[in-house]
């Protein structure tokens, strides 16, 4: 797959393109700020996008608004934002606006090499991948709020990382039988609308979670 990437941090940014090779990746741009990301996209017109929210010159959110960029003029780039931080509302507004075919990651995510790898194909297959501490803020957040069990808790967090019924089944040592009856015991409590829409349960999910 060819990748395009943007991240400030030199030492990282080449780790990233080492590790994306050893995985039969091609890195068509590693570049250090936002700005440069778009113009290379529009140049060399990558497979998939990974950026770091905060980049040059303001280290704001300029990595996710290239981002967002992307997307509005190729909508079905798959893109990957990392950051630092946790920052539930940047995961918010990416997927939001684009509820398909998109991750937000933690850089410390990186480490888990395996972990990463699958992201990314699970993000160029089309899905939606929450890093699980975004996950986990928002579910303290909410878990005074809720009658959940442990289990469903659980299943709950592995919908929102972007998990299907088999890899969930899987994860937990169950049968997709028993996800499926956990998901719909989930949506039942939230309040939320049933969808064989993985991403669409994803947004569902996060909504709840945020409101």
Known sequence: MRIAIAE???LLREGLVA???QYDHTVVAAVGTAQELVAAVQEHHPEFVITDVR???GHGDEGLRAALEIRD???GMPVLVLSQYVGQTYAAELIEKHPAAIGY???DRIADVADFVEAIGQIAAGAVVIDPEVVRRLLAHR???TTLTAREFQVLHRVAAGRTNAAIARDLRVSEVAVAKHIGAIFDKL???QTGDDNRRVLAVLH???S
């Open 105 to 107: 990651l933690l850089k």
């Open 73 to 75: 003029q190729q909508p």
């Open 191 to 193: 309040g939320l609308a």
């Open 8 to 10: 400030d941090s030199l």
């Open 208 to 210: 709840y979670l945020q």
């Open 143 to 145: 878990r005074g709020t």
């Open 55 to 57: 980049m040059p010159p």
């Open 19 to 21: 590790l994306l090779q």
